[in-house]
Structure formats: structure tokens, C-alpha cells
């Protein structure tokens, strides 16, 4: 975690205040379990250690904010993820003239986490086929393997009804297969949460109905104090439970960023009114 304290030419560039700033979150953060977090003083206004470490801020001795941002490791590297691929769009130009395209089914998404290569075995779900990946391919070329943040189309080995909102991962490596999430949950609308309303929960690319099944407790932001809870207003953060109407292919958000995220869509307005991380 980076945090900039900018506007640091309205305090005369003070170490003392910029040192006090750093203490206060080094403490706050320790709450939050958060262990690597670097610091950086910065004036937007006059670009001191935004690009060029400027002439005001000598007593600073790191990186500037461009240096840190750039030699910093991609979320995917920091641990080994399993394979994780959501449908996105069944690809079938079924041309009977072209003998390459007659059959052609290519599975086409974005590749969350992990890595995949023609020949591993995968399993499909919710329908739980195993099979072998024949092909990856890009705009029409084959590639020997693909990673994650990678959009492709995979080709298995046999044929099985698949549909947008199904998953794709490697055999033996199987997320947690769920019809009920346990979620830290934001609430971003202005209309409270209604546990008598129904909701729709967005997971990758697959869409469930849901309910509220119930609210541990709502956060303190200021104490990270856990306080009881019947609803929750725009902004509050908390501990709930969602019933889900078709089941979800989750990771834990601590584990799997992509398959541990998900949105709440409130279904009259199509807005999106929560977002949560699994756990």
C-alpha cells in the first residue's frame, strides 16, 4: 500500500508533520492487519517526488512516487493462483464452408488467475466435466499457453454444453462450488439495505438472485469496532450473508481477487448498490 501525503507546500514542507501523518496510519493499519505500507511526502501542486524529487523535500531520502509505482510487483505475482477462467462468450461461426470453422467451438474470456497450456486438464463447472485443453488461441493464432489478466479462447478435446457464467479450471485445483457467501460487504447506495428485498449478486461473469441472509455486524470505521446491525446505509461496511438462487464458483478474496469479488445489483434500477469480498 502507497500513501501519498500530498500538499505538503501548505505545511512548509515539515518532516515533523509528515512524520506525525506516517505514525498515525502506521498505527491504524496495524488494526487493519496491513504490514507493508510505504509513505511518500509530495506536492501535487509543485510536482515534488511525483516524477522529479523537486528541491523541497531533502529531507526525504526514497523513492518518488513514480519510481515506487513502477518497480512494484503485479497482484498475480505476490502467490501462486489456481487456475480460474469464467465464460464470457461461446464463440460458434458453424461455416460449413470453411472445414476448419464446421465445428468450431472456442470458450472465449479473460483468464483471472493462474496459468493454462494446450494439453492440462481442466474441469468444467457446474457441470463438473473433466476434459483436456486442445488449443488457446488469439485473433485466430494458437499459443502454447495463456496467463493471467490474458483474454482467450480455449478449444477442449471434447464436446460439452458450456454457457456464459460457467468456469473453466484446472483439474484438481476446484474453487468452492456455493449457493451462500460469507462477505465483508460496502453498501453504496442511498436506499438502505432491505433484507425483504431480492438482489442480484454479480460474481465474474455469472448473475444469481439473492437475499440477505443476515448481518454479523457493521464496522466502526474510526474504532474498527464491531457494532450490531439490522441495516445498512449508504457508505456502511459489514460482516453478511447472501442465499444465492444459482450457485457461484468462489475463492476467498484474501486468496483470489477475481473469483473472491462481487457486486450487489439492485434489479428495479440496475444499479450497482454493493460491492464484497468473499471470506
Known amino acids: 500500500m502507497v500513501v501519498a501525503i500530498n500538499k505538503m507546500d501548505l505545511v512548509d514542507y515539515s518532516q515533523d508533520i ?18 507493508d505500507v510505504r509513505f511518500i511526502p509530495m506536492s501535487a501542486l509543485n510536482g515534488d517526488m511525483i516524477v522529479d524529487r523537486g528541491e523541497r523535500l531533502d529531507w ?19 502467490q501462486e493462483e489456481s ?19 464446421h465445428d468450431y467451438r472456442g470458450f472465449m474470456g479473460r483468464v ?9 486438464a481442466v474441469t468444467v463447472l457446474p457441470a463438473g466435466r473433466e476434459t483436456r485443453v486442445k488449443d488457446i488461441q488469439v485473433m485466430g493464432q494458437s499459443l ?13 478435446e471434447d464436446e460439452i454444453d458450456i454457457s456464459r457464467g460457467d468456469m473453466i479450471v484446472k483439474t484438481g485445483e476446484l474453487p468452492n462450488v456455493t449457493k451462500q457467501i460469507d462477505a465483508m460487504l460496502c453498501w453504496l447506495s442511498e436506499l438502505p439495505l432491505d433484507p425483504r428485498r431480492k438482489y442480484l449478486i454479480r460474481h465474474t461473469t455469472r448473475d444469481s438472485k439473492a437475499v440477505l441472509a443476515g448481518i454479523a455486524f457493521r464496522m466502526d470505521i474510526n474504532t474498527m469496532a464491531h457494532r450490531a446491525a439490522e441495516k445498512l446505509a449508504m457508505n456502511d461496511i459489514a460482516r453478511v450473508s ?24 439492485d434489479e428495479s434500477s440496475n444499479n450497482t448498490v454493493g460491492a464484497g469480498m468473499i471470506i
Open 18 to 35: 509528515f512524520d506525525r501523518i506516517r505514525s498515525d496510519y502506521t498505527a491504524f493499519a496495524a488494526g487493519l492487519g496491513i504490514e
Open 112 to 120: 483471472e488467475s493462474g496459468v493454462i497450456a494446450i494439453g492440462d
Open 242 to 265: 447472501f442465499k444465492l438462487a444459482q450457485p457461484i464458483f468462489a475463492d476467498s478474496y484474501a486468496n483470489n481477487r477475481g473469483t473472491g469479488a462481487f457486486i450487489v445489483i
Open 144 to 156: 502454447p499457453s495463456a496467463f493471467a489478466e490474458q483474454s482467450v479462447a480455449l478449444l477442449l
Open 83 to 101: 487456475f480460474r477462467f469464467p465464460v464470457q462468450y461461446v464463440c460458434r461461426p458453424q461455416d460449413s464452408a470453411n472445414p476448419e470453422l
Open 60 to 78: 526525504y531520502q526514497g523513492p518518488t512516487l513514480i519510481e515506487l509505482l513502477e518497480a512494484a510487483t503485479t497482484s498475480h505475482v505476490a
